[in-house]
């Protein structure tokens, strides 16, 4: 998926809110099987996590690798039938219809774990907006812990382990995050917003996970 050179010139976390801004879940009646989410911000979205992860370095190879193939799963899907797959619930109604729902490259599959994904990111970026000073090793730990490890087996928790230790401190991965010439402040603030956006999502995107009784799936 081409991005904008707009896009491109700004922050990912000023691109991530400019993603968002275009992602409020439709449900009419409050029902998320009649929901709609514009798959094409979505994966814009998902772009700016690839990013995002490029900047913790070779801790986040794995995952990094997982996000982008999920990806380009949904965009092959997405080009087949830009209309009819404008909206990511028609691309899961789909799948429950053919009973692919569960397969393991699934479109429903790709959009789980791209999910789980953005749940990382949201928790991590949490922690370092309410206190920048603290390890980063740490913070990366937890937000796995919190997110992504009940989901995984054994080898990719082992992998994750391991690759840790390469981990930047939370300084220059802040510095990474930055526009030029932004101070720190407004990155704090521009953090939050950013959260304040992704978690509201997040939780309706779990509800309709749950829709589709993939919401309890582990990694095989």
Wanted: proline share 4%; net charge neutral; glycine share 2%.
């Amino acid at each position: 998926m081409k991005r904008s050179r707009d896009m491109e010139k700004r922050s990912e976390i000023n691109s991530a809110i400019e993603e968002l801004s275009l992602l409020a879940i439709v449900k009419p009646g409050g029902n998320h099987e009649t929901a709609h989410i514009p798959t094409k911000p979505f994966l814009s979205l998902c772009y700016m996590v690839l990013q995002v992860l490029d900047k913790i370095g070779p801790t986040m190879a794995v995952l990094r690798q997982d996000v982008h193939q999920n990806i380009k799963r949904l965009e092959m899907m997405h080009e087949l039938n830009p209309s009819m797959n404008s909206n990511l619930v028609e691309i899961l109604n789909s799948d429950a219809s053919k009973g692919n729902t569960r397969k393991k490259f699934s479109c429903s599959k790709a959009f789980l774990w791209l999910t789980r994904s953005l749940d990382f990111s949201s928790a991590l970026l949490q922690a370092l907006e309410i206190d920048p000073k603290r390890n980063m090793e740490q913070i990366v730990q937890e937000s796995y812990d919190a997110t992504l490890s009940p989901w995984h087996g054994w080898i990719s928790s082992a992998a994750f382990r391991v690759a840790i230790k390469l981990v930047p401190d939370s300084k220059t991965f802040m510095d990474l995050l930055k526009e030029r010439d932004e101070n720190f402040d407004t990155l704090k603030k521009q953090m939050q917003i950013l959260v304040s956006l992704l978690v509201p999502f997040l939780e309706d995107a779990h509800c309709i996970l749950k829709v589709y009784n993939l919401d309890r799936i582990k990694s095989t």
